[in-house]
């Protein structure tokens, strides 16, 4: 591809933190992510003769950070005092997510009326797309969720991923179950590119957690605003009665008035009364049902009013262990930290306090630990409108934190390890710059013993003439002398 092309042409290396890379694994194309470096291997002219490719997989990391970043969004979107302003800023949260949730619809209905669960948002389809089927909504206040494998049963048209690819599974998530004012169910289509497995499910059921959590908040909201609007009216009356009271005749028709206001004013205060209870109660259920750590501190000393089981295991302490004392009082280790001042800064601002990935300690039987949170501090307000406590949502990212520090260290290593290589390369180079010059000077050897094995083969030829000729030469007198010992011989 360009980028090893471009290594190759360079000689400088490239690296690719998460990278996205679509494979085709586990029978389908999977949305992946890499962190991978591209490293030039030189040859013994210096060369760039080869690429050294290091890969690590981060795709749970990436998708893990994407969702937790989704949830947090729609924890932020607790504090919307109406459902109207609620429900947008849902569809545009959701909206924007569409890695992981392709397509939603949204259905509500109020109290126990289930044949008034109506539609109230959408995302990713259009506006008048028709539905060929009904949704296999669970009967009644049913928490589970259901798994649909054939949307082309649903639709009149197919739903488009990010990719372009048509969505084919689903999933219908409960929305509060029941323990709200408002419940509903939320239809959340499921990305081609990734497996519905336990993590992806989770994450959905989590989202329509969230989404009750709002919107029930919200309508608490308005029913407080309310009862505040019905107590201003009191007011308002009060003062009426003090004026028609100047004269008896006005004061008779006043109390006849009055009278009639008051009766419709007392059935108003009772349903406003039984609201506020009830939302009090939507709260408390808010809280002990929520999968995230929640709590309530009453007054500035921070008395643990209310706490729900997530908080409990994330304090490692039992409910009759905190209920009604403290926070300094169960966590002396509290002091010295920052968590103290900012309670007194939500109290003294009214302003909330939302800080990610924070180091906690905590003091437990087996001595302190350190955890790293996600937290949120939000004011509550008695009648008044002052505040008389303060909501603690906390979610516990130890694991997330932790795995992440250990890809970081295996990023160390591995450029430790990649920057090794390099320095060997280097030694190689001048390694291969030495055997070169070996090479030539043994050239050089080489044609000066070629020169002396020749002038020594001319040497011994004129040597081999020479013995020639000087045994021709012997061979005349030997014979001479031969001739003579016989003559001799004869002549006895």
């Not at 004392?325 to 939302?354: A, C, H, W």
């Not at 800080?355 to 955890?371: H, L, Y």
Request: overall charge negative; proline content about 3%.
């Amino acid at each position: 591809g360009p980028e090893f092309q471009s290594v190759l042409n360079s000689g400088e290396s490239i690296r690719r933190p998460d990278a996205l890379l679509l494979m085709n694994r586990f029978g389908y194309v999977e949305e992946c992510y890499f962190d991978y470096t591209l490293s030039p291997i030189m040859d013994t002219e210096g060369k760039v003769g080869g690429i050294f490719n290091a890969v690590i997989e981060t795709t749970y990391k990436v998708i893990n950070e994407r969702r937790k970043q989704l949830l947090h969004q729609l924890l932020l979107s607790n504090l919307e005092r109406n459902i109207a302003e609620s429900l947008t800023n849902i569809e545009q949260i959701i909206a924007a997510a569409k890695d992981d949730i392709p397509f939603s619809c949204l259905y509500t209905f109020e109290d126990h009326q289930f044949e008034k669960e109506r539609m109230v948002l959408s995302t990713g389809i259009k506006k008048d797309l028709q539905l060929k089927a009904v949704w296999p909504f669970p009967k009644g206040f049913d928490n589970s969720s259901v798994y649909i494998d054939n949307l082309n049963e649903y639709f009149t048209e197919p739903i488009s991923g990010k990719y372009g690819e048509p969505c084919t599974e689903a999933l219908v998530v409960p929305v509060t179950g029941g323990k709200g004012k408002i419940n509903g169910h939320f239809v959340l289509g499921v990305s081609p590119r990734k497996k519905l497995d336990k993590e992806y499910r989770h994450f959905l059921e989590s989202v329509g957690l969230h989404i009750g959590n709002i919107l029930n908040n919200a309508f608490a909201f308005e029913q407080e605003e309310l009862f505040l609007r019905e107590q201003a009216l009191n007011e308002e009356l009060a003062a009426a009665n003090e004026e028609l009271s100047s004269t008896n005749e006005e004061l008779q028709q006043a109390q006849e008035s009055l009278s009639a206001l008051n009766e419709d004013l007392e059935r108003r205060v009772a349903f406003r009364t039984k609201a506020l209870v009830e939302s009090e109660a939507r709260l408390n259920s808010m809280i002990m049902t929520s999968p995230i750590g929640m709590a309530v501190f009453k007054g500035r000393d921070l008395k643990i009013e209310m706490a729900n089981q997530p908080m409990f295991d994330m304090w490692g302490r039992t409910r009759d262990q905190v209920i009604g004392r403290t926070l300094v009082d169960v966590f002396p280790e509290q002091i010295g930290q920052p968590f103290l001042q900012m309670f007194e800064d939500v109290f003294n601002t009214g302003k909330y306090i939302s800080i990610a990935e924070i180091e906690a300690t905590i003091g437990t039987d087996d001595g302190f630990k350190k955890i790293y949170v996600d937290f949120q501090y939000s004011p509550l307000y008695d009648i008044d409108k002052n505040i008389e406590a303060v909501m603690a949502s906390v979610i516990n990212i130890t694991p997330i934190v932790e795995a992440r520090k250990l890809l970081e260290r295996s990023e160390q290593s591995y450029q430790a390890l990649n920057e090794e290589l390099i320095a060997t390369n280097e030694e190689l180079a001048a390694s291969n710059e030495e055997l070169v010059s070996s090479m030539e000077e043994l050239a050089l050897t080489q044609d000066e013993l070629e020169t002396k094995i020749k002038e020594l083969a001319i040497s011994e030829q004129k040597k081999d003439e020479f013995i020639s000729i000087a045994s021709h030469e012997l061979k005349t007198p030997l014979t001479s002398i031969k001739a003579f010992n016989q003559l001799m011989q004869r002549s006895k």
